[in-house]
């Protein structure tokens, strides 16, 4: 599956972006999606999955903050970010897993910054 990130760009302390993106190639329903993000100096790390079966988790640091969120049909997978921070900036990533194989794929990374 192809990845494709969309919805980055530059926000003000508590204010909100939403982050979108589309599976091309493979069967969207087979694929547990995630959101990760690399700030500069750190390691990447996990922002919010869900399931094939809509389960979801959050990294505490987001938790109440962010929403993440499928459309199946639309082949897309959303990351609703509210009430920013200016350490939400990072290089936010769009992953797919298959729910067998176990394979991953990743999108290109979208920018978020969020000035104080």
């Known amino acids: 599956v192809q990845l494709q990130a969309f919805g980055g760009g530059l926000a003000q302390a508590g204010g909100f972006l939403r982050l979108s993106c589309v599976g091309f190639?493979?069967?969207?329903?087979?694929?547990?999606m995630a959101w990760y993000r690399q700030a500069p100096g750190k390691e990447r790390e996990l922002v919010a999955a869900?399931?094939?079966?809509?389960?979801?988790d959050y990294t505490e640091s987001v938790k109440g903050r962010f929403t993440i969120s499928r459309d199946n049909i639309k082949r897309t997978v959303y990351l609703q970010m509210n009430s920013l921070k200016p350490e939400d900036t990072a290089v936010y990533y769009c992953?797919?897993?298959?729910?067998?194989?176990?394979?991953?794929?990743w999108g290109k990374g979208t920018q978020v910054t969020v000035s104080s």
């Open positions: 869900i399931t094939s079966g809509m389960t979801t």
């Open positions: 190639g493979n069967i969207f329903n087979f694929y547990h």
């Open positions: 992953q797919a897993t298959h729910v067998i194989a176990r394979s991953n794929y």
